[in-house]
């Protein structure tokens, strides 16, 4: 049977989050926004498409957010800071549900994932530098092998089976990937 979503349903699972994080402590701190929407019946996660002017991760797709800087208050702050700087969506207007499981990167950041929702309609103002476009895909897709498939990865000499998703054609991977995954779990355990 299909998982009802729900906003009630999506922050009772991102409430349920411990936030945990065993590994390395030597890790970049990171914030980023796992944005939705809802329209047409339905909710949505919005990302984006790096830029291929961007230092790292050029032309993958990634959730708004990056380094936290030494003047940002906490790691929300640099993730609405972030969300702001490359999408010009207002802080204002993110109802923010809560923070999911951190998640580290082969390239030295450790990431911490805020949930957010905003409203449809939203008119994007993309930093074209940081941001070359904007992709929107269903909350439901997370749950449908239609989307999603699992592929085996070696690392520090062992086998690991990792999430990765496409949607038209888009294939999300690394650690995005992992955070949509680790969203998904949450819900299904609400």
């Not at 990431?111 to 895909?137: A, M, N, Q, R, T």
């Not at 520090?156 to 990937?177: E, I, M, R």
Request: glycine letters at 8%; charged letters at 25%; hydrophobic letters at 40%.
């Amino acid at each position: 049977m299909p998982i009802k979503l729900s906003i009630p349903l999506i922050r009772k699972a991102v409430k349920s989050s411990s936030g945990r994080f065993v590994g390395e402590a030597n890790l970049k701190l990171a914030g980023v926004m796992v944005l939705l929407t809802h329209r047409d019946g339905e909710y949505w996660i919005i990302l984006n498409r790096r830029s291929m002017t961007v230092k790292h991760h050029k032309g993958e797709i990634s959730f708004p957010g990056g380094s936290k800087d030494v003047t940002d208050s906490d790691l929300l702050f640099t993730a609405l800071r972030e969300t702001q700087e490359e999408m010009g969506i207002n802080p204002e207007e993110v109802e923010v549900l809560g923070k999911i499981d951190v998640t580290p990167t082969q390239t030295g950041f450790l990431i911490c994932p805020f949930v957010g929702i905003i409203d449809h309609p939203y008119k994007f103002s993309l930093s074209k530098s940081e941001v070359e476009s904007i992709l929107e895909i269903p909350l439901s897709g997370l749950f449908s092998t239609n989307y999603r498939c699992d592929e085996i990865k070696s690392s520090k000499d062992q086998l690991q089976k990792v999430p990765v998703y496409s949607f038209d054609g888009n294939v999300v991977y690394g650690a995005t990937a992992r955070i949509l995954n680790n969203l998904a779990e949450l819900i299904k355990a609400a």
